[in-house]
């Protein structure tokens, strides 16, 4: 089982190109589910049915995971039963009829246009750190691009004359995404200020560098952003996932069409874009309620508007 693990996991890195984030967790659930047949005493692939899958579901609930963290650990087992197939390691997936735990969805938490304004001024744009944290955060606003794809951008994926982002997003599948004036004059400051500080002598074609001149990773772009957010007072977790949310939900609130936006986004499926269509007329109903005269609670009193 351990050489096909690591040849599994090499195929994540280098044939569907997956971000770092989603090969740690596939192959920290793939290595759970191989530990569990290892303990209920399956010791070849071949042998697993529909049984043991069943009896992983109830080791999961029995150890009290919520249904989106089975769900996640039984995509991971389906991916890997996928290449299993693929290989011709094993004839039949164990998995085929398993369904995963029907989930509640949640809308996606965002950012309102003057929370977001007030994040864009964050940074201090006369150091070169504060120019490098200015663009980072016009560019993910301004395009909607993932984190893991943001810090792997380089040089020659950015056009700043037609304001273009060449993007290779999940599966390897590449897109072109947009930015703005804002973003592209932001990312020209740090280009030719912030950047050449932080490289000194160095040279690469990394887009956005830390101290030492080597790329920034996803997880100083999760700290950059909850420290921004704290410093100008907004409420709420900021990760990068949500200026992601916050640009699909005030695109369609500004009128955009929604394969527009799915494509921006790089989106396979429209479903996942229509989510946030059903956050937008949430925003519309809280505003609603909140401004109109009548909707307010206890409205029904007034004799004249």
Known sequence: MQDVFTKYRKYLQVEKNASPYTVRNYTTDVVGFLNFLLRDGVVSLEEVDKYDLRDYLAFLMGRGFVKASIA?????????????????????SPIADTSSPRLNRRLPSFLTIDEMRRLLEA??????????????????????????????????????????????????????????????RALNIYL?????????????????????????????????????????GIGKKIHPHMLRHTFGTHLLDG???????????????????????????????????????????????????
Not at 77 to 87: D, G
Not at 197 to 225: A, D, H, I, P, W
Not at 276 to 297: D, I, M, N
């Open 72 to 92: 996640r650990k039984l995509s991971a087992v389906r991916s890997f039963y996928r290449y299993l197939l693929r290989e011709k390691i094993v004839a039949t």
């Open 123 to 184: 940074p201090d744009s006369a150091t070169p750190r504060g120019q490098r944290d200015w663009a980072l955060l016009e560019l993910l606003y301004a395009s909607g691009l993932r984190v893991s794809e943001l810090v792997r951008l380089n040089l020659e994926h950015i056009n700043l004359e037609t304001r273009e982002i060449r993007v290779w997003g999940k599966g390897a599948k590449e897109r072109l995404a947009l930015m703005g004036e804002p973003a592209a």
């Open 192 to 232: 030719t200020e912030g950047r050449r500080s932080l490289l000194s002598k160095k040279t690469t074609n990394v887009l956005f560098v830390n101290r030492y001149g080597t790329r920034l990773t996803e997880r100083s772009v999760q700290e950059m952003l909850g420290k921004y957010g704290q410093m100008v």
């Open 255 to 305: 009128g955009a069409d929604l394969r527009v936006v799915q494509e921006l986004l790089g989106h396979a499926s429209l479903s996942s874009t229509q989510i946030y269509t059903h956050v937008s007329q949430s925003q519309k109903r809280k505003v609603y309620l909140s401004a109109h005269p009548l909707a307010k609670e206890g409205a029904g009193d007034l004799e004249h508007i």
